[in-house]
């Protein structure tokens, strides 16, 4: 069991703390809203929301600042507890800068064919990485270290859904409203965002169903996740078993964050799709996106070819979930991608036909893409 902050001095320390943590959020500038630009249809209007802008370059800061002020309210943490996670991604980056904010000592138990690349992303924010397998032993070795010390286990993929502000004004769903209004333009028709632990897309929905506004939420999931299938048989315990090839997105189950309830669409992407899309997102905007940002642009153009076909409008945002600098030696090299066996030029030719065009799949007079007829 973690410990828990009893004393008089423990008390005013986590006050403190959450003060600072409170602070921190207010002086955080939103992140950038971006126009795609869209040649082959001018009536359409899609926006990146830019969340790699963020102080830790990924969605996942907001989450983890506020994973470590809800520990602070279930007095979990006082001064010199250690924290404790399994990950070696964004959410380990952010945890361990707000660690490092509040003086406490972090440790992210890590698969252990981690790269280096990932370690030191964790470390240069004052984390320390603790190598274990198999991997997914890594969430039971994070709680045993923490109950082992009489630290903290943050255990995000448990606790993060409850954590979550989603209905203040400085949550994702508040800033994308408020980004288009002041651009003047109505609000959405869609938006697009990526699924892992589940708490974007349900703070998003949650949000947008309190507003009472008529944006719906779909959902990109890529192959091997568990989320497009359980979504669509209703079925929250469903499973893969397989782990997700899709950096930063997909999970072998659904997990609890993950309310299907203010989901309106899921839409499976294939990985070579999502490759693809971050390197033509790259190539049309220089804006340099990690894999799961890839798979939202793909579900974004589907979105908009939808649009298009039933004469709906409005413009689409979708959320770019990090940067892609950490990526430059795997998802966006050649050699890399081909071993995985990855084909892109297929989708990277449909993508840029939509973009010049406004026509999706394959090119008028030729068989759809498949089609062996």
């Known amino acids: 069991m973690a410990r828990r902050v009893g004393d008089e001095s423990d008390r005013a320390w986590a006050g403190r703390a959450i003060e600072l943590l409170l602070a921190d959020r207010a002086d955080e500038p939103p992140t950038p809203l971006r126009a795609f630009p869209l040649a082959g249809m001018p009536d359409a209007a899609l926006y990146l929301k830019d969340e790699s802008r963020r102080p830790t370059g990924s969605l996942k800061h907001g989450p983890a600042r506020d994973l470590l002020l809800d520990a602070l309210r279930a007095r979990e943490i006082g001064p010199g507890t250690s924290l404790f996670e399994a990950t070696s991604g964004n959410m380990a980056v952010a945890q361990a800068h707000f660690a490092r904010l509040l003086e ?11 790269g280096a690349a990932k370690r030191q992303r964790i470390e240069a924010q004052g984390g320390r990485c603790h190598p274990f397998d198999p ?18 286990c943050l255990d995000h993929l448990e606790r993060v859904g409850g954590a979550v502000d989603w209905s203040g004004p400085a949550s994702l769903g508040a800033q994308i409203l408020g980004d288009l209004e002041k651009a003047g333009e109505p609000e959405p028709a869609w938006i697009v965002v990526g699924v892992g ?9 949650r949000y947008l169903r309190r507003r009472g506004v008529g944006t719906r939420l779909a959902v990109v999931d890529p192959e091997n996740s568990a989320y497009f299938a359980g979504w669509a048989a209703d079925f929250p315990g469903y499973t893969t078993g397989m782990p997700s090839r899709i950096e930063g997105i997909g999970r072998p189950r659904v997990e609890p964050a993950f309310d299907p309830s203010v989901v ?10 999502s490759v693809a899309a971050m390197r033509h997102l790259h190539a049309i905007t220089g804006l340099m996106a990690g894999p799961s940002s890839g798979s939202c642009l793909w579900g974004a153009f589907q979105v908009l070819d939808s649009m298009r076909r039933e004469g709906t409008r409005g413009p689409v945002v979708m959320v770019v979930g990090d940067g892609g600098e ?26 840029e036909r939509f973009t010049t065009t406004g026509v999706w799949g394959a090119a008028p007079g030729e068989p759809a893409r498949g089609d062996t007829t």
């Open 135 to 152: 991997p997914l032993a890594v969430y039971g070795k994070a709680r045993s270290l923490a109950e082992e010390s009489g630290g903290h």
């Open 326 to 351: 950490t990526y430059r030696d795997s998802y966006y090299d050649d050699a890399w991608t081909e071993a995985k066996g990855w084909q892109l030029h297929g989708p990277l030719s449909d993508m």
């Open 264 to 273: 309106d669409l899921v839409i499976p992407v294939p990985d070579a799709a």
């Open 104 to 114: 406490l000592p972090y440790t992210a138990v890590v698969p252990g064919k981690t």
């Open 197 to 205: 632990s589940g708490a974007t897309s349900a703070a998003v929905g």
